[in-house]
């Protein structure tokens, strides 16, 4: 009888061991098949994103944009924008030391020389070169995180400083004359004029098709003055278009973000998460 109890605890304790393993072999298979889910989902979100990406290239050389891709050119460029034109769009923000700002960027880009220091006593060096991205604008000194939340729909690294004037937004277009204003020591509200004229003409009689077309009603020399300035940087059309997608998945969302130079027939810059 003794033995036979034995017998039965060992029996017991086999079948509680045996159930702990299946327990375990269960939860891993299991999580190998969440994981193996997971990573189908995800190949399948890149794979979704990849592909309308693909489309939207397409359109771009077919010049079919539609309303999805963004133009860089419809932007303020902060590599080739004069010291003004910086006043003007740090202004925008609200800025009260624009001016001084607008010194460290063209310090941090290498047009100046930071005969004081600032950077170096802020405990870092100015780059000396042209911004690669937009984000690199935050580490301007000065310029705080919010006020480039404020400033990043306005700005862009990529052109050669063209401005489009079929794309540009009427804020945007309002900077650039407000710098080419400051220029010319005339008030900033001729500026906005000419801006508004522009976007008023341009609702109405629809896209730009020559500078021709481009025949605002402006009033007094000084708007005169402004618009010719402007033209002088302004394009009819762009090269290269930020396009941002999404793949979606189950669960799986694959954000991409590129920016597409339609001359060189190349992307310029990737972003996915």
Not at 202 to 219: E, H, M, V
Request: proline share 1%; charged share 25%.
């Amino acid at each position: 009888m003794h033995k036979k109890a034995q017998t039965l605890v060992i029996i017991l304790w086999v079948l509680v061991i045996l159930a702990f393993l299946a327990v375990g072999i269960g939860y891993r298979v299991s999580t190998a098949l969440d994981f193996s889910r997971y990573q189908k989902d995800k190949l399948k979100a890149y794979c979704l994103a990849k592909s309308q990406l693909s489309r939207a290239i397409a359109a771009i050389d077919r010049a079919e944009m539609g309303s999805d891709p963004i133009s860089e050119e419809s932007k303020i460029n902060i590599n080739t924008a004069s010291e003004e034109q910086l006043i003007a769009l740090l202004e925008k923000a609200g800025m009260p030391s624009a001016q001084e700002i607008a010194a460290n960027i063209l310090i941090y880009r290498g047009d100046k020389e930071d005969d004081q220091k600032l950077y170096e006593r802020s405990g870092y060096l100015p780059k000396q070169d042209t911004f690669n991205c937009v984000e690199e604008f935050a580490l301007v000194k000065g310029i705080a995180k919010s006020d480039f939340e404020k400033l990043k729909g306005y700005i862009t690294v990529y052109g050669k400083g063209s401005l489009d004037i079929n794309t540009a937004s009427e804020g945007v277009l309002s900077i650039a004359c407000r710098g080419i204003a400051k220029i010319l020591k005339v008030e900033d509200s001729y500026g906005d004029s000419v801006a508004g004229k522009i976007i008023e003409l341009r609702d109405s009689a629809g896209r730009f098709k020559t500078r021709q077309d481009i025949k605002p009603s402006l009033t007094g020399q000084e708007e005169q003055n402004i618009f010719n300035k402007l033209m002088e940087q302004a394009a009819l059309s762009s090269d290269n278009f930020l396009i941002a997608v999404t793949g979606n998945a189950s669960t799986i969302r694959n954000k991409v973000s590129c920016v597409y130079n339609r001359a060189e027939k190349r992307v310029v810059f990737w972003h996915e998460n």
